[in-house]
């Protein structure tokens, strides 16, 4: 039973660019929620899809963006990139029906320079 | 807005030894889930345990059992048995279900260190 993975591994990019981060969720699950986790700090939400549409969403700008595949595989997008976007961003993936439990990928790396 | 905090950035336990770490949240809400997750070197975030709001039994899984008390808004974690691949970030989590998200509001963790 394949968990929840996630691609790249590490990325490095400068400031200003756009930067797409990937996610297949565990085998069965049709929600995936994605994570923003800072050094030494727990993971904020960023935002939920379900049915290719953002349910909810957390305190982040515009520049973060999402998209939801048929597959229920996702994208993270983030544009003009900062150097406080410099973090681990986690995808977790959930059934619907069992929202209560989320269960996580590996995470990203992302570095701004 | 719910809010979770751990008040210890950082513990230590001898291995076999039990070790607590605790966890208080904030909320109005009646009904919700409490976790635990842990979050070792690797990155990976992993489930190690779950409570929910109206069960009034503390949850267990294996050496890993929970003090939860809803007056006082408090969730503990005890680990029994202390292991050194127990050693990791450890993170209390929130979540109020409901029409139209899961959301998880984590605390800033507790590095728990296990010496041989």
């Known amino acids: 039973d394949a968990g929840v993975t996630q691609s790249p591994t590490h990325l490095i990019k400068t400031r200003g660019q756009q930067v797409t981060l990937r996610c297949s969720p565990k085998?069965?699950?049709?929600?995936v929620s994605w994570y923003q986790q800072a050094l030494g700090q727990g993971p904020q939400f960023i935002f939920q899809?379900?049915?290719?549409?953002?349910?909810q969403r957390g305190n982040f700008p515009d520049r973060f963006s999402g998209h939801q595949f048929p597959n229920y595989s996702s994208e993270l997008n983030v544009n003009a990139l900062l150097l406080g976007d410099s973090a681990l961003y986690l995808c977790?993936?959930?059934?619907?029906?069992?929202?209560?439990?989320?269960?996580f990928g590996p995470g990203t790396r992302l570095t701004v320079l | 807005a719910q809010t979770v905090t751990q008040s210890q950035p950082e513990m230590s336990v001898q291995e076999a030894e039990t070790v607590t770490l605790s966890c208080t949240y904030d909320?109005?809400?009646?009904?919700?889930?409490l976790f635990w997750y842990k979050q070792p070197p690797s990155r990976q975030m992993i489930l190690v345990i779950r409570?929910?709001?109206?069960?009034?039994q503390n949850a267990t899984e294996n050496r890993f059992s929970v003090n939860f008390q809803k007056a006082a808004k408090s969730f503990s974690l005890k680990i029994s048995d202390s292991q050194l691949g127990d050693t990791a970030m450890y993170f209390c989590?929130?979540?109020?279900?409901?029409?139209?998200?899961?959301?998880?509001?984590f605390g800033k963790g507790t590095k728990l260190s296990v010496i041989p």
């Open positions: 909320t109005s809400e009646s009904n919700y889930y």
């Open positions: 977790a993936s959930s059934l619907v029906a069992r929202g209560d439990t989320q269960y």
């Open positions: 085998s069965g699950h049709d929600t």
């Open positions: 899809y379900y049915e290719e549409e953002e349910r």
């Open positions: 989590a929130f979540m109020k279900p409901g029409a139209g998200s899961y959301q998880l509001t």
């Open positions: 409570q929910e709001a109206y069960k009034q």
